[in-house]
């Protein structure tokens, strides 16, 4: 038995469905729940180990491994796609049980407490966290392309994008606090008890009117989910392909790779100038590149979300991208400036805002190109894609010798952010979901009739 979506118990709370701001608020609060562990695992204890003695190569194997996860989650998409309770939703069953896992595995942290050179077990730990923060992030990544509006999905970057800096940043600072004053297994306990918290609110809200709770409460799938619902492997693997392969997508993939390979280029530059060129330590490089990465948090959330609701999607990456072909010419030929504190200051605090505004301008046509059956996906392979530009531009910092230093590699991505502008005008992406647009045409009788 289906329940229909537009009966609800009048004793219900209002469903995701049902209400904007509580869309909105969710995936916020869910995002900032994937930097709580984020900003422990990559900042906090790596900065704790490194006070505390730890070699830099003990300290890169962490990290390697607590990173390892966020580029193994293409099949996770796959199996939230496949197998879910629908009669909970198609999505709330994987993040509760997500984060119930990060809360189980920092607790376990927090009771085995590894010291600063127990390099395996913080490794595992790291690996183990983060493996399931990354089913998390699927999860709400999905839940956002099932539930958001087509004029809500420019607020909703800027949420989920705002939020998970903001996590990481508050994160950064309180675990980092509370290792100082009380050690690391305060810190574990503190990241747990605001994750749980945040468990209890999506417990307690449910994706559509008329669905269960808990898998033991009362409540029905919704009908709509029941007709997207894949129940086989092979119309997964399918609609995943056909939907990846068209023309659109397959030129917006270009899109993503050149915002991915600008993220891993600025990322790698930052501290080499920022050390190198104005002769910074590196504390007072953390220090400013956290700042960055909070006004990036605050302005995806505000100035993100109203630029991409007044001009849309398209015209919104045009102008980000404009302001960043600005950036890497003025970088390129500001060369003498970069041993001044604050040029380099005033660099570390643009580039890391503009990139979430970016990031929150492609997003919504990110989420129009994806199929409803297979969203999850679809859309993980989407910021896979930006996730592996990362890594080439990271690879591109290696060619610094051989093109004459670090200023040539601005103007590389300045060329790229030409061919994105060049691309953005001349390609008609859709301003609907893909099976919205298709459902609408069969609906009014456009559909082409077989041959």
Not at 210 to 222: I, K, N, Q, V, Y
Not at 285 to 290: C, F, K, Q, T
């Amino acid at each position: 038995m289906v329940s229909d979506e537009s009966t609800c118990v009048a004793s219900e709370r209002p469903a995701l469905s049902e209400s904007r701001r509580l869309r909105l608020f969710a995936v916020f609060i869910l995002y900032v729940a994937q930097g709580v562990p984020i900003g422990l695992l990559w900042f906090a204890i790596p900065a704790w180990m490194a006070a505390n003695g730890a070699s830099a190569a003990n300290v890169a194997y962490v990290l390697g491994l607590t990173a390892l996860p966020w580029s193994l989650k293409f099949g996770n998409g796959f199996i939230m796609d496949r197998y879910t309770l629908l009669a909970m939703g198609r999505r709330r069953i994987w993040v509760i049980g997500a984060q119930m896992v990060v809360v189980i595995g920092l607790l376990v942290c927090a009771v085995l407490s590894p010291a600063a050179d127990d390099i395996w077990l913080l490794a595992a730990m790291g690996f183990g966290v983060n493996a399931a923060t990354a089913f998390q992030d699927v999860a709400v990544d999905g839940l956002a392309v099932d539930i958001m509006e087509e004029e809500e999905r420019a607020r909703a970057g800027g949420m989920m994008f705002g939020g998970q800096s903001i996590g990481m940043a508050v994160s950064t600072a309180s675990t980092g606090a509370a290792i100082a004053a009380y050690g690391p297994s305060a810190a574990y306990l503190l990241a747990a008890l605001f994750i749980g918290l945040i468990t209890l609110f999506v417990i307690a809200t449910r994706e559509r009117p008329g669905e269960r709770l808990l898998p033991w409460t009362s409540g029905e799938p919704t009908a709509a989910n029941v007709a997207i619902q894949a129940d086989r492997w092979w119309p997964v693997l399918k609609h995943t392909f056909v939907a990846i392969i068209r023309p659109v997508s397959m030129i917006w993939l270009a899109i993503l790779l050149i915002r991915g390979i600008q993220n891993g280029v600025m990322t790698g530059a930052t501290p080499l100038i920022a050390a190198g060129s104005a002769g910074w330590a590196e504390d007072r490089i953390s220090a400013i590149s956290g700042m960055g990465q909070l006004v990036g948090g605050i302005v995806g959330m505000t100035l993100g979300g109203i630029v991409g609701d007044r001009l849309g999607a398209k015209r919104a990456s045009l102008l980000f991208f404009a302001c960043w072909l600005a950036l890497n010419a003025a970088m390129f030929l500001a060369q003498p400036l970069w041993s001044d504190s604050g040029f380099v200051t005033a660099f570390m605090l643009v580039w890391r805002p503009l990139d979430t505004l970016i990031a929150v301008a492609l997003l919504p046509v990110s989420m129009r190109l994806c199929n409803a059956t297979v969203a999850a996906t679809q859309f993980t392979l989407y910021m896979a894609l930006t996730n592996f530009g990362i890594t080439l531009g990271a690879l591109l910092l290696g060619l610094d010798e051989r093109i004459g230093g670090i200023a040539p590699l601005f103007m590389v991505i300045g060329i790229l952010d030409i061919a994105a502008i060049a691309v953005l005008l001349t390609v008609r992406f859709p301003e609907r979901r893909i099976d919205e647009l298709v459902t609408q045409e069969l609906r009014s009788g456009g559909a082409a009739a077989p041959n």
